[in-house]
């Protein structure tokens, strides 16, 4: 069964640090392109960061470049993302998706349950 497990959900003051893991089971995660997403309440999902399967290269929102960073550990087939200087308007729901094309145009794409992260002092 294909599963992505988000954890690493928490309460931090602004200007903390949180780390966000996702483990993905039942497919192998280094064939797949992998993002981070967030929805607050309200707004929609937008995306956050993302790295490609095959040469690493990583993609960040504006709104997080700088503060955030992307990375996986395709030995323990888990993704990662640690938060930096966090401010108020980075609380939401975030989300990590793995995503790849086959040879057949076929596209796999799979979303976890989501993590809350609340910013506030």
Same mark, same amino acid.
């Given at each position: 069964?294909?599963? !992505?497990?988000? +954890?690493?959900? /928490?309460?931090? *003051?602004?200007?903390? @640090?949180?780390? !966000?893991?996702? %483990?993905? @089971? /039942?497919?192998?995660?280094?064939?797949? %392109?992998?993002?981070?997403?967030?929805?607050?309440?309200?707004?929609?999902?937008?995306?956050? +960061?993302?790295?490609? +399967?095959?040469?690493?290269? #990583?993609?960040? %929102?504006?709104?997080?470049?700088?503060?955030?960073?992307?990375?996986?550990?395709? %030995?323990?087939? #888990?993704? $990662?993302?640690?938060?930096?200087? !966090?401010?108020?308007?980075?609380?939401?729901? $975030?989300?990590?998706?793995? =995503? =790849? =094309? =086959?040879?057949?145009?076929?596209?796999?794409?799979?979303?976890?349950?989501? &993590? *809350?992260? &609340?910013?506030? @002092?």
């Amino acid at each position: 069964q294909v599963q !992505l497990v988000e +954890s690493g959900r /928490g309460l931090v *003051q602004p200007g903390g @640090s949180l780390r !966000l893991s996702c %483990a993905a @089971s /039942g497919f192998t995660s280094n064939y797949y %392109a992998i993002g981070w997403f967030r929805q607050a309440p309200g707004k929609e999902r937008e995306g956050v +960061s993302c790295i490609s +399967s095959s040469d690493g290269n #990583t993609n960040y %929102a504006d709104s997080v470049k700088g503060r955030f960073t992307i990375s996986r550990d395709n %030995a323990k087939n #888990t993704m $990662y993302l640690q938060m930096n200087s !966090l401010k108020p308007e980075d609380t939401a729901v $975030y989300y990590c998706n793995a =995503r =790849r =094309r =086959r040879i057949s145009g076929a596209l796999d794409n799979y979303w976890g349950q989501g &993590t *809350q992260v &609340t910013v506030s @002092s």
